[in-house]
């Protein structure tokens, strides 16, 4: 397909007609304008190449774009931070609960924790064991604790405590009930990483 522009003396380029040449026809003859030909490319190879750029675009902009986080699970790489001191810290304790929980967490492993434990029970009692746990999920952690414990007129007191523990962001919600030789105990303790 050919485009025909008329340009006459004016010097207004203007489309006259289209018109098919195969090379045997003859030029039109206008006085006074001079006739160009331009060749119109087919639409087709032009839309065909916009509909190639959109789906290629499209294309790379979606791939590997596939992303997941939580705010309140922490991953396995997460759980390596549990290496180290946690501690809480209670200023009024209630009746029959142990405070002032500490876990120094020295071994772990993909699904396990183990380290030395601290706390103070009701009656006085100082308690030093070790304390471990297995992850029951990617936020629980199944432990116990066990030990023995001095006070105030006692040498040795044994003293077993267990829960299932929740990890957050940077802390471990401990809810916990076990046996002393004064009696039972239960209670939540809030520890953090110092």
């Known amino acids: 397909m050919i485009l025909a522009l ?5 010097g207004v380029v203007c489309p006259i007609y289209r018109w098919s040449y195969n090379g045997a026809g003859r030029e039109p003859e206008l ?3 001079e006739i160009s030909f331009h060749r119109i490319k087919p639409m087709k190879n032009r839309i065909l ?3 190639l ?3 290629s675009t499209a294309a790379a902009g979606c ?3 596939d992303h997941h986080s939580s705010i309140t ?7 390596n931070s549990l290496l180290g001191s946690w501690t809480s810290s209670t200023l009024i304790p209630t009746p029959g609960t142990c405070t002032d929980f500490t876990w120094n967490v020295t071994e772990q492993t993909a699904t396990s924790a183990k380290g030395s434990f601290t706390a103070s029970c009701p009656g006085d009692l100082k308690f030093t064991g070790t304390a471990e746990g297995k992850m029951s999920s990617p ?3 199944d432990w116990s604790a066990k030990g023995n414990a001095t006070g105030p007129g006692l040498t040795s ?3 077993t405590l267990a829960g299932t523990a929740t990890i957050g962001t940077d802390s471990i919600v401990v809810p916990y009930s076990g046996d002393t030789c004064l009696g039972k105990v239960n209670g939540i303790e809030t520890l953090k990483k110092h």
Do not use: H, K, Q, R
């Open 6 to 10: 008329l340009s006459c003396s004016v």
């Open 31 to 33: 006085p006074g304008c």
């Open 157 to 159: 007191c044994a003293i």
């Open 49 to 51: 190449m916009v509909v």
């Open 63 to 65: 791939a590997g774009l």
């Open 73 to 79: 699970e922490p991953t396995a790489a997460g759980n």
């Open 139 to 141: 936020i629980a952690i």
């Open 53 to 55: 750029s959109i789906a």
